[in-house]
């Protein structure tokens, strides 16, 4: 079966086209195209945008993007190795029906010993014995497991790792942290009680002064993994607290920090306001672009869209974005312009109210995500 990288290099070649003309004229940096002609797929930063630059290229080259997604998926199931279990048919084990018929015959003739010799040997009287009475003892209760079945890593200060399903956080008085599953929504059990955040989200223990970030998701195929970062102090809602209880700033997501020079951003002050307040982006695509966003930490939305499509966010608290072209998009607010990113780059930016600043007023800020 023809390879996916060989049918679009061909593509490109038949119609005589430069990698350097395609990444012009598509605003994909050549990095991917090379990435996506050489199935280099380790060099994106996750499946979503592999997806996205791999539907804008087969539209570019004339190829039908669904059966280019197809072929790609059919080959990463095909690379995924069949465990050795698999292929090694099972024995049947015949001790055990051995060791049960030995046991089998050993417990009726114990039972026929007993019978004959209680027989002979009882009194004459035996009809008027009263059996001692039985004492009931009842079974201490057995505490409820609250750890995982996957790895178990302690708590320390500044905690940040990669966990994956079923791997817990122990933590110094006993308590436990244990990932249930990995998806779009991250569910986690806090001795016994349910969590469910999405990217970006956190939330502040409870009993404790440790909040847990959700910082990124990994749903790849054979992945499926969760960034954690625990860290003390937190402005984030208490679980089980009525939401109506907690202060309007713990609803900003923690935007992180870097110290790859090549990845920080400037932070972009766009108008400022005497009180908080709802604001709406409107976005006009020029270009092929997948979008990822989370509107006030909820409604996660992901979808591809293609050049001349219009897209509106509305807001109270903040509007995190990731997307795969920032150039493809024209976006506003209050019409003033909201500038994402350059042609081709990947970005991950949030539109956030900041704290009150000196002069009384809070400035929408557009903030670097890392």
């Known amino acids: 079966m023809e390879s996916l990288g060989n049918r679009l290099k061909e593509a490109r070649e038949s119609k005589d086209i430069s990698i350097e003309q395609v990444a012009r004229e598509t605003n994909i940096s050549r990095q991917y195209i090379e990435a996506l002609e050489n199935e280099d797929y ?10 996205g630059f791999l539907r804008n290229y087969a539209d570019y080259l004339g190829l039908n993007a669904n059966e280019q997604i197809h072929l790609y998926k059919n080959a990463q199931i095909q690379e995924q190795p069949v465990p050795m279990e698999a292929l090694i048919p099972k024995q049947k084990k015949i001790w055990p029906i051995i060791l049960g018929a030995v046991c089998a015959v050993a417990v009726l003739g114990f039972g026929g010993y007993v019978l004959f010799f209680t027989d002979s040997t009882a009194p004459s009287n035996w009809q008027n014995t009263k059996a001692a009475p039985i004492e009931l003892v009842s079974k201490p209760e057995v505490a409820k497991d609250v750890t995982g079945d996957g790895t178990e890593f302690a708590y320390e200060d500044n905690f940040e790792k990669r966990l994956s399903k079923g791997d817990y956080v122990l933590f110094d008085d006993k308590s436990t942290l244990v990932v249930k599953d990995v998806g779009t929504t991250i569910q986690m059990a806090y001795n016994n009680k349910e969590l469910d ?29 969760v960034l954690l970062s625990i860290q003390n102090g937190s402005d984030s809602p208490v679980v089980g607290v009525d939401e109506s209880s907690v202060t309007e700033a713990s609803q900003v997501v923690e935007t992180g920090s870097t110290q790859a020079r090549s990845r920080k951003g400037r932070v972009v002050n766009l108008y400022s306001s005497p009180s908080i307040q709802s604001f709406s982006v409107e976005i006009v695509f020029r270009d092929f672009c997948n979008l990822r966003y989370l509107v006030d930490g909820k409604d996660r939305t992901e979808r591809y869209f293609q050049k001349g499509e219009r897209l509106r966010l509305d807001a109270y608290r903040y509007i995190m974005i990731w997307a795969s072209n920032g150039g493809a998009m024209m976006a506003k607010t209050k019409g003033i312009d909201v500038p994402f990113g350059h042609n081709g780059e990947v970005v991950t930016k949030q539109l956030q109210w900041s704290d009150e600043t000196s002069e009384g007023n809070y400035n929408l800020e557009l903030v670097p995500v890392y």
Do not use: H, N, R
């Open 42 to 51: 380790e060099k994106f930063p996750g499946e979503a945008y592999l997806l």
């Open 197 to 225: 955040l999405m990217l970006g989200q956190s939330v502040l223990l409870s009993d404790s002064d440790l909040s847990v970030l959700i910082k990124d998701i990994d749903t790849s195929p054979g992945k499926q993994t």
